[in-house]
């Protein structure tokens, strides 16, 4: 009994960590813009009389998280002017990435959307771009900040913050509108603006926590030295090039062909089965995601009602989630975790179903939320900390975004016909639709985690 209390005593210690304390704060500051550009972007907007079908092409400024590899070799190795030499390279991408977030979020707050949709979708794109590039920066952060037996300790308190934040820009944001709101009865634009700038200055959060950490130190492996060895020679073997031109095939080589070959060489042609994986593990839950708040609207919640039970049920199911998911991967290890995370986010969807055919019910509505929740909290928590392990540190931001740019690039461009696919089948046909979207990646992690076993220890 000493002996177990021990192993759980030593497992709960990990999350007194600094780093991992501060990833609770950098996960709000991560998760913040997300709902802020769809959820709660899309309740606004239907309140505001915008149709279904714009609402879920809308939602295509989101398809920025799933094209941020296009740009992650500038924040891995691109100094920025100033704030790198003092800062660092992670949290100076990350400072420059969270003021632009704030800024553009004070924008949409200062648009209508019934006569400046076009002003509104820009700076959305703006929120987006910044979002993306402090999702990279800190991802590398954390990839880098500590030992890979603490991975699952960084995803588990990560998760914890970004679901909390999306707690805040959703169940907050409707909660500050409603209770500004003069009558529900009615569509007014104030509510929304002071709900959009309460929200920009949240991302003060983020912006403290950034100034407050310290850069971390990364050492190159054996491999990765001896691939940027091979480019240091190629360089000096094309001395006769032009000097920019050399330097910058050579900047390309390290920046760009590196991380993407390192991938392929370590892990061969299942490279092809974890990249299906990982496009597929999200797709039933941002398709669903996408609609949800529509969804509220159409079943007569109102903003009060929908704040109220996601602020006390979901928070308490998504700290729940996140934490359970964080101790059963020490334990067990990432992919049994997935697996019941995968099948989790697909069952709940179909509860989704069920409250289209009961309507406006708020127990059945606290029941909904709470198990969505909890399903997010477990099954991104694991996922994270897949993605992570599969990562090179000496290429954690580059790899990164090409693992969380393929997880999100095929829901999104999916997810922005949800509106016409809802009006043209309706609610409950959607919602089990979307339920099996998840299903074939079950299949997946089961083929993923055989190949796992049968992989010799040092095959890296």
Same mark, same amino acid.
């Given at each position: 009994?000493?002996?177990?209390?021990?192993?759980?005593?030593?497992?709960?210690?990990?999350?007194?960590?600094?780093?991992?304390?501060?990833?609770?704060?950098?996960?709000?500051?991560?998760?913040?813009?997300?709902?802020?550009?769809?959820?709660?972007?899309?309740?606004?907007?239907?309140?505001?009389?915008?149709?279904?079908?714009?609402?879920?092409?809308?939602?295509?400024?989101?398809?920025?998280?799933?094209?941020?590899?296009?740009?992650?070799?500038?924040?891995?190795?691109?100094?920025?002017?100033?704030?790198?030499?003092?800062?660092?390279?992670?949290?100076?991408?990350?400072?420059?990435?969270?003021?632009?977030?704030?800024?553009?979020?004070?924008?949409?707050?200062?648009?209508?959307?019934?006569?400046?949709?076009? &002003?509104?979708?820009? %700076? $959305?794109?703006? /929120? +987006?771009?910044?979002? !993306?590039?402090?999702?990279? #920066? =800190?991802?590398?952060?954390?990839?880098?900040?500590?030992?890979?037996?603490?991975?699952?300790?960084?995803?588990?308190?990560?998760? &914890?913050?970004?679901? %909390? $934040?999306?707690? /805040? +820009?959703?169940?907050? !944001?409707?909660?500050?509108? #409603? =209770?500004?709101?003069?009558?529900?009865?009615?569509?007014?634009?104030?509510?929304?603006?002071?709900?959009?700038?309460?929200?920009? &200055?949240?991302?003060?959060?983020?912006?403290?926590?950034?100034?407050?950490?310290?850069?971390?130190?990364?050492?190159?492996?054996?491999?990765?030295?001896?691939?940027?060895?091979?480019?240091?020679?190629?360089?000096?073997?094309?001395?006769?090039?032009?000097?920019?031109?050399?330097?910058?095939?050579?900047?390309?080589?390290?920046?760009?062909?590196?991380?993407?070959?390192?991938?392929?060489?370590?892990?061969?042609?299942?490279?092809?089965?974890?990249?299906?994986?990982?496009?597929?593990?999200?797709?039933?839950?941002?398709?669903?995601?996408?609609?949800?708040?529509?969804?509220?609207?159409?079943?007569?919640?109102?903003?009060?009602?929908?704040?109220?039970?996601?602020?006390?049920?979901?928070?308490?199911?998504?700290?729940?989630?996140?934490?359970?998911?964080?101790?059963?991967?020490?334990?067990?290890?990432?992919?049994?975790?997935l697996f019941v995370g995968g099948l989790l986010a697909a069952g709940t969807n179909l509860l989704f179903a069920f409250l289209a055919t009961v309507g406006d019910s708020l127990p059945w509505l606290t029941v909904v939320v709470s198990a969505d929740n909890l399903s997010a909290g477990v099954a991104t928590a694991a996922f994270i900390a897949y993605l992570s392990g599969l990562t090179n540190v000496a290429y954690s931001a580059t790899q990164y975004a090409l693992f969380s740019s393929v997880m999100l690039l095929?829901?999104?461009?999916?997810?922005?016909?949800?509106?016409?696919?809802?009006?043209?089948?309706?609610?409950?046909?959607?919602?089990?639709?979307?339920?099996?979207?998840?299903?074939?990646?079950?299949?997946?992690?089961?083929?993923?985690?055989?190949?796992?076993?049968?992989?010799?220890?040092?095959?890296?």
């Open positions: 009994m000493l002996e177990r209390a021990r192993g759980i005593g030593a497992v709960l210690a990990v999350y007194r960590h600094p780093r991992v304390v501060a990833m609770l704060f950098l996960g709000f500051s991560a998760g913040l813009p997300l709902l802020l550009l769809f959820g709660t972007l899309s309740f606004w907007l239907r309140e505001a009389g915008v149709s279904r079908t714009a609402i879920g092409f809308f939602s295509w400024v989101g398809l920025a998280y799933g094209i941020k590899w296009a740009w992650a070799p500038l924040v891995d190795r691109l100094p920025l002017p100033w704030l790198t030499r003092r800062m660092g390279r992670r949290r100076s991408w990350l400072l420059a990435a969270q003021l632009t977030i704030a800024m553009a979020l004070a924008g949409m707050a200062l648009q209508e959307p019934q006569s400046s949709l076009t &002003a509104l979708a820009v %700076l $959305a794109v703006l /929120v +987006a771009f910044g979002s !993306a590039t402090q999702d990279i #920066a =800190l991802d590398a952060y954390r990839i880098e900040a500590v030992a890979r037996e603490m991975q699952a300790a960084m995803a588990a308190t990560y998760m &914890a913050g970004y679901r %909390l $934040a999306m707690i /805040v +820009a959703g169940a907050g !944001a409707l909660g500050i509108a #409603a =209770l500004v709101d003069p009558s529900s009865a009615t569509y007014e634009v104030h509510p929304w603006r002071v709900a959009y700038l309460s929200m920009a &200055a949240l991302m003060g959060v983020g912006i403290l926590t950034t100034l407050l950490i310290h850069e971390p130190e990364v050492r190159a492996s054996g491999d990765t030295r001896e691939r940027e060895a091979r480019g240091r020679a190629w360089l000096a073997r094309n001395a006769h090039l032009p000097g920019w031109l050399a330097r910058g095939a050579a900047w390309f080589y390290g920046a760009v062909v590196s991380p993407f070959l390192d991938f392929i060489l370590r892990y061969r042609w299942h490279a092809l089965m974890i990249l299906a994986l990982i496009a597929s593990y999200r797709m039933s839950d941002v398709v669903l995601g996408i609609m949800s708040n529509a969804f509220y609207v159409d079943m007569g919640f109102t903003k009060g009602e929908v704040a109220t039970i996601t602020k006390v049920y979901g928070v308490i199911m998504t700290l729940l989630g996140a934490g359970l998911a964080g101790v059963f991967m020490t334990r067990v290890g990432v992919l049994p975790v095929l829901p999104k461009f999916v997810g922005g016909f949800s509106g016409m696919a809802v009006d043209g089948f309706g609610y409950v046909r959607f919602f089990v639709g979307t339920a099996a979207l998840g299903l074939p990646v079950l299949v997946l992690i089961v083929l993923v985690a055989r190949w796992e076993r049968g992989r010799p220890a040092n095959d890296d």
